[in-house]
Nanobody
Framework: QVQLVESGGGLVQPGGSLRLSCAAS????????MGWYRQAPGKQRELVAT???????NYADSVKGRFTISRDNAKYTVALQMNSLKPEDTAVYYC???????????????WGQGTQVTVSS
C-alpha cells in the first residue's frame, strides 16, 4: 500500500511564505510524477503544480512566479515552496503522485489526506 504524507501547512500573513512537503512510502518501483492540488470550500480541486521524474514542471497560472515545485526521486518526496502568498491561496493542499508499484504493471494515482494553508492578516 502506498501512502502520501504531507506536512508544512499552517497560518501565514499575506506576502509570507510556506514550504509544503510530501513523502511517498510503501512498495514503489518508480514515481513518474508528483504534484500538488488544492481545494477551497465550495470550489473544485484544482492543479497547483506538478513535476515529473525528468524535472518537467507545470504550474497553474495563478501561482507562476510565486510557487516553486521540486522533487527528490530517490527519496520519493516533493516540495512546494510558496512565496508571496495571497488570501486566495487559502485552501487544503493535497499531495498527488503517479506511481508504478512493480516492474510489471501499470501506474496508479495516489492522494495524501491534505494539509490546510490559511493566508490572512
Amino acid at each position: 500500500q502506498v501512502q502520501l504524507v504531507e506536512s508544512g501547512g499552517g497560518l501565514v500573513q499575506p506576502g509570507g511564505s510556506l514550504r509544503l512537503s510530501c513523502a511517498a512510502s510503501g512498495i514503489i518501483f518508480r514515481v513518474n510524477a508528483m504534484g500538488w492540488y488544492r481545494q477551497a470550500p465550495g470550489k473544485q480541486r484544482e492543479l497547483v503544480a506538478t513535476i515529473t521524474r525528468d524535472d518537467i514542471t507545470n504550474y497553474a497560472d495563478s501561482v507562476k512566479g510565486r510557487f516553486t515545485i521540486s522533487r527528490d526521486n530517490a527519496k520519493y518526496t516533493v516540495a512546494l515552496q510558496m512565496n508571496s502568498l495571497k488570501p486566495e491561496d487559502t485552501a487544503v493542499y493535497y499531495c498527488n503522485a503517479n506511481i508504478q508499484r512493480l516492474r510489471i504493471g501499470g501506474p496508479n494515482t495516489y492522494w495524501g489526506q491534505g494539509t490546510q494553508v490559511t493566508v490572512s492578516s
